[in-house]
């Protein structure tokens, strides 16, 4: 069982929205929210989880609200905070942005989708594509005599309709990676990681059947073949349409999907990364009147990959003014806001090395306070690449009409938190 109401506040503490779903908490509870929360941020014992008297107040904020779920009951917290996000994600896909003023221009959308989302502490219909098509954004233009169950809150199926047709069908794959990395000043490697998702957007008439073979290295085991070019897959985490228990069994990733966007599945690789790209500096101070700052980089993917967008972002000390730049490719800029210089480069072939110099002035007394130097970031997308050498070996699409269809697959590599420390 999860919650007996679920109540929105403002910043203040005041309810917009209240939904009492076994009416054995008071309206009166809720008051005693906001001082608790505050009395236990004083004390330092602030937790997510709050209780006064026999009621428990399970919160999280998102923006200038509080969305509270109260119990009287041990209920399962994790199945309570699950509910909570996903309500933030329903609304934030019906209202675009999910604050106090869309909250209360749409009170009676959200009544709406707060029955349905969840009916005696029980969740409910929680998918928003599948709401999205009996809970319009025009709720007075309902028509009447529609008021049947949708075939998809009783299916099997819950997250695909019936009925479903295109003229070209498409099957769409992005695999997305992001690359996670922290190297120290003497250019060790402290933390390389890959997160990887895959994509789909789906484009098929009809109640399709897809399975989907990566080049899985326990798959690659069952099968006897080579494991040279396969990669080992850790964390996998699967949309919910994904058929779990035959995955278990052969590893085979087979599924129904939701018409439209959404991710299949995301998973992570602990393996050590060389640094795609690769950052040098020196910064000199010259009798504490001005600094240069010169920085190289170089492209460590194969030559026939580029990088786009590549943004370099380099500290600089918070008292420096005057700025002067000179690079080899692409443009420099000086954000004061944030201390940082950012050496933009369009396109970043594989191999290539490039420079750049910076020239600040630094006021005649030096700052007595030692600054630390943040680290040097870096933003960038190489598409056609993936770093964990991962592969789509094949999507076969079946549905009992028996039409053809095409998938299409897009690797893609881009940068996640890629930090280089320069002290």
């Not at 985490?237 to 228990?245: A, D, E, I, T, Y």
């Not at 090395?353 to 030096?366: D, I, K, T, W």
Request: glycine content about 6%; overall charge neutral.
């Amino acid at each position: 069982m999860s919650a007996s109401a679920v109540f929105i506040l403002d910043v203040k503490g005041k309810p917009l929205i209240s939904r009492n779903y076994k009416g054995d908490v008071a309206m009166s509870e809720i008051e005693h929210f906001l001082p608790l929360l505050m009395q236990r941020e004083e004390e330092g014992a602030l937790a997510p989880l709050l209780s006064h008297g026999r009621v428990h107040f399970l919160w999280i904020k998102h923006s200038n609200l509080y969305l509270v779920a109260t119990t009287l009951k041990n209920a399962n917290a994790s199945l309570v905070y699950s509910f909570l996000y996903k309500t933030v994600e329903v609304f934030s896909e019906y209202f675009k942005e999910l604050e106090e003023e869309s909250i209360r221009d749409n009170f009676v959308i959200v009544y709406e989708l707060l029955d349905e989302l969840m009916d005696f502490g029980f969740p409910q219909t929680t998918d928003s594509k599948i709401l999205q098509e009996y809970i319009t954004q025009q709720g007075n233009k309902l028509e009447t005599g529609k008021s049947r169950v949708p075939p998809t809150v009783t299916n099997a199926v819950s997250w695909r309709s019936e009925g479903i047709k295109y003229k070209k069908n498409e099957v769409f794959i992005d695999v997305i990676e992001s690359v996670n990395l922290l190297v120290n000043a003497n250019g060790s490697v402290l933390l390389s990681e890959i997160v990887g998702t895959i994509k789909l957007k789906v484009f098929l008439s009809g109640m399709p059947e897809l399975r989907l073979g990566l080049n899985d290295r326990v798959l690659f085991e069952l099968t006897g073949r080579s494991k040279n070019k396969s990669v080992e897959l850790e964390d996998v985490k699967f949309h919910q349409c994904v058929r779990l228990s035959r995955f278990d069994n052969d590893r085979t990733i087979s599924f129904i999907p939701p018409d439209g966007d959404f991710e299949l599945m995301s998973y992570r690789l602990s393996t050590q990364v060389k640094p795609l790209i690769w950052i040098e500096s020196v910064i000199e101070k010259f009798s504490h009147s001005r600094v240069e700052i010169m920085v190289k980089a170089k492209g460590q993917f194969k030559k026939q990959s580029v990088a786009n967008g590549v943004e370099i972002s380099v500290p600089v000390p918070s008292d420096a003014d005057s700025p002067r730049f000179k690079t080899s490719v692409g443009s420099a800029k000086y954000v004061p806001e944030k201390n940082v210089v950012i050496w933009s480069i369009k396109s970043f072939p594989g191999g290539k090395e490039y420079l750049m110099r910076a020239h600040f002035g630094l006021p005649s007394v030096e700052k007595e306070e030692m600054e630390g130097r943040p680290p040097i970031g870096v933003k960038f997308e190489i598409p056609y690449f993936t770093v964990s050498g991962i592969q789509v070996r094949y999507m076969k699409i079946i549905e009992k009409s028996g039409y053809q269809a095409l998938p299409w697959v897009r690797y893609i590599t881009q940068s996640g938190d890629y930090q280089l420390r320069t002290s």
